[in-house]
């Protein structure tokens, strides 16, 4: 009797649930998406398999299908519903304004407009943040991203939104308005809308609009930086990821047609109360006229915030005045250039993404060739002094330090203080960071550094440096006084930023955002207007005779025997020296130290025709720059791996790579520029297109 009531308990046998596993809706995936599906948990897989169902159902595909322009939500599939149940009616396109997000805040209403375009209404004090890519235009009320401000009529603005960096956020910014009600507030935002958005559009921002609230237009942007990039095996995701947890929605679909998606606030940008003090006490010495241009130096230890805080800050300035200068002192982290080099650059538009998404032509700038100044100091500051000597002080400069902090790198922070005698001095600390001394004025004023000595106060409350009048270039009128620097004033700001890196990854991480930076620069080869990315091996070269140019290997002696091997399938620097070296002899003309010269650009060596005795240089310089390079120099800056390995297009035998190498050879080391056992630039030379451009 026992048995017979616990086999009463019992639930349905296991061919009742088999037959309910099979009759559930089949959902095809692809390998790739079911290897994604695989180390998700039980709940995590089942609803995402439920959302793509839905998305199944809806005739569309949940990562293309904001494409094809549609706005519902996916219904449930048929298969979910009773029998005798009515159809459920179609939901609305438009989301509920009352709807709450995760946070418990209001969300954003968003609503598409058609390929590629979508509006967003932000209530005043409300943030988006979004990762991708895309254009964005204020048609009513005031936004800030990045420290920018976007009021109406203003021109739209390109973001850039890697997962590489904090995410951006479009924050809705309280404009003042004279006294308006509500109708004439929105009688005058539909004006303003008429000539961007339809009846229907209008429509429906109207509904929604509340008072001081802002509407931006938000844009797919075709860029050709960030195609090229995205178009390497690994780096798709830099711009915009996929996650199976995501909502599949009309919102979802809008953003996804623009080329952009929503993100939680936390992965924002998020000042400290320093930070933000700082740059409101420097943005209102830069606008007074009575100091003059104010020179701000930014200094602190590695993966402190000191770049994204420059990006901030100039974005903010350029909210009042026309121009920033900006003097990148890093050479590992550069922000405008590929690693490796000093620049002075003079800023007019805002910074709105990561390093490489904005690289620019720079005023004046010197190929040091090596990320780090470690075992070259001298020739650092001799470059420093060679580029700030163009400095005009016709705008607020900025001065980006590098991450070394400890020992030599102290002692040559406080060369570069003395040297460039900052007004501000921003100094970066966090709890991560290693100990740095403050660097105060009466710290600089007492302390040797690494090529200077310890000057006692004047009578003018400042100090004097003999040893740098001789090397810097000033006006006249600077002439005629002593070159005397006054002290400076130290702002402390304190980081919480949150540290994804570790000394056993931090290397790697950044040698990834260098080969980012390089990536950006070669994006410049193909036109903006190229719907195909091909291989570099099919583009026309420049050529160069050998006689044309000079060439010096800085980050390494090597023989000269050895010096076109090394130059072959290389990164070069594209430079200009005060001597003629043209028709000197039949070449290759070798320099015999690192000249303190003028960088053009860069390019890649493509090959090397011994017969013609030609280079063969693919560079995005246009013929009447590269007219007066006579100069290229290989430094230690490497042309990236995916270059040679993962180009779009590749077929066949891969150009410069074999997995047949000795490493034993004499010169087979990473000074030689191999850095793996898959990269060599002699054994498979790719044959040479019949066509070239010619620079005489």
Known sequence: MADTLLLLKRGPGRPMWLRVRKSRPKLMLSRRSRRRLGPLRWCSRRRWRRRLLQAQAAGVDWRESACKGSRAAAPAPEAWRPKNAAP?????????????????????????????????????????????????????????????????????????SACTHSHLTINAVHYSVPEKSKKEMKREARTLLR?????????WAMKNFSPL???VLLERVKSSTVDFISSYLGLSDVFLQESPTLQINAQYLALRSVGIRKEKRKKGLHLTESALAALEELVHASCEEVDGCPIILVCGSQDVGKSTFNRYLINQLLNSISCVDYLECDLGQTEFTPPGCISLFNITEPILGPPFTHQRTPQKMVYYGKPSCKEGCENYIEIIKYVFSSYKREAPLIVNTMGWVTDDGLLLLVDLIRLLAPSHVVQFSSAQSKYMPGLSPEYVERTDGLYTKSKSKARNRGFE???????????DEDKECPLIFTEHKLIGVHSEFSFRKTERNRESHNRILRDLAVLGYLGQLLAPTSKVLGPFHGLVPYQVPFNAVALRITHSDVAPTHVLYALNASWVGLCRILDDVRGCTEGPILLAQTPICDCLGFGICRGIDMEKRLYHILTPLPPEQLRSVNCLLVGAVAVPHSVFKSQHGLEGTIPYVTTDYNFKLPGASEKMGIREAQEIPEEKIHPKPKLHRKIS
């Open 88 to 160: 459920r009616p179609a939901p609305s396109p438009a989301p509920a304004p009352a709807r709450r997000g995760p946070a418990g805040g209001p969300t954003s209403p968003v609503r598409h407009l058609g390929p590629g375009r979508a509006l967003l209404l932000l209530p005043v004090e409300q943030g988006f943040t979004f990762s991708g890519v895309c254009r964005l235009t204020c048609l009513y009320g005031q936004v800030e991203v990045f420290g920018f401000t976007i009021s109406q009529g203003q021109p739209a603005q390109d973001a850039f």
């Open 213 to 215: 609230c802002s509407v």
């Open 465 to 475: 440096l003999p040893e740098f009048a001789e090397n810097l270039e000033f006006s």
């Open 195 to 203: 000539s961007h958005l339809t009846l229907e559009d209008r429509s």
